[in-house]
T-cell receptor, first 117, second 111 residues
Framework: DAGVIQSPRHEVTEMGQEVTLRCKPI?????LFWYRQTMMRGLELLIY????????DSGMPEDRFSAKMPNASFSTLKIQPSEPRDSAVYFC???????????????FGPGTRLTVL | TQLLEQSPQFLSIQEGENLTVYCNSS?????LQWYRQEPGEGPVLLVT?????EVKKLKRLTFQFGDARKDSSLHITAAQPGDTGLYLC???????????FGQGTRLTINP
């Protein structure tokens, strides 16, 4: 299994530009999560999907951020316009719900390191 | 808002020493997970504890869930350089898939 795939691995852009991060979850997984990690704030959940439907987007910082999951094998996180404070490592994770009334393992991708100048 | 506080935030010790990392909250969680993250990679699950007072062992790592399900600890015996990394605890509500992560403990084991 290839695991969770994220692209690009590194992105450097200028303030005001649009940035699109991509994620391919593990095949068969029904949950997909987007996280942001910084030294100051740690690992923060931005949004998560179940069966391609957004369930909780309360962690999305503001309207400049949007996420979509058009199908079970692909999701995007878009920032428009980007700002220097958006610089962070963005992780995508997926999990398979065993419906056993417990929290299942989340499998993380390698992350996208975003730098906004 | 549920919060998890980890301590210490940074720990640097010599190979062969023992250490304990703590994860505390004022909230009750149905389960708690521990992840390890290495530079340039995403976190990887080490263990999930689900019962108050539960103890799980993974080779030289011992994980404990507090009786009140508000705290957890990770104890490493005879630490090795390969244990170096960022250790994250994460809590969840009953049956929920959403995790709340602690800030992490950055552990360095010096040869």
């Amino acid at each position: 299994d290839a695991g969770v795939i994220q692209s690009p691995r590194h992105e450097v852009t200028e303030m005001g530009q649009e940035v699109t991060l991509r994620c391919k979850p593990i095949s068969g997984h029904d949950y997909l999560f987007w996280y942001r990690q910084t030294m100051m704030r740690g690992l923060e959940l931005l949004i998560y999907f179940n069966n391609n439907v957004p369930i909780d987007d309360s962690g999305m910082p503001e309207d400049r951020f949007s996420a979509k999951m058009p199908n079970a094998s692909f999701s995007t996180l878009k920032i428009q316009p980007s700002e220097p404070r958006d610089s962070a490592v963005y992780f995508c994770a997926s999990s398979f719900s065993t419906r056993a009334l417990r929290t299942d393992t989340q499998y993380f991708g390698p992350g996208t390191r975003l730098t906004v100048l | 808002t549920q919060l998890l506080e980890q301590s210490p935030q940074f720990l640097s010790i010599q190979e062969g020493e023992n250490l304990t990392v703590y994860c505390n909250s004022s909230s009750v969680f149905s389960s708690l997970q521990w992840y390890r993250q290495e530079p340039g990679e995403g976190p990887v699950l080490l263990v999930t504890v689900v019962t108050g007072g539960e103890v799980k062992k993974l080779k030289r790592l011992t994980f404990q869930f507090g009786d009140a399900r508000k705290d957890s600890s990770l104890h490493i015996t005879a630490a090795q350089p390969g244990d170096t990394g960022l250790y994250l605890c994460a809590g969840a509500d009953w049956g929920a898939q959403k995790l709340v992560f602690g800030q992490g403990t950055r552990l360095t084991i010096n040869p």
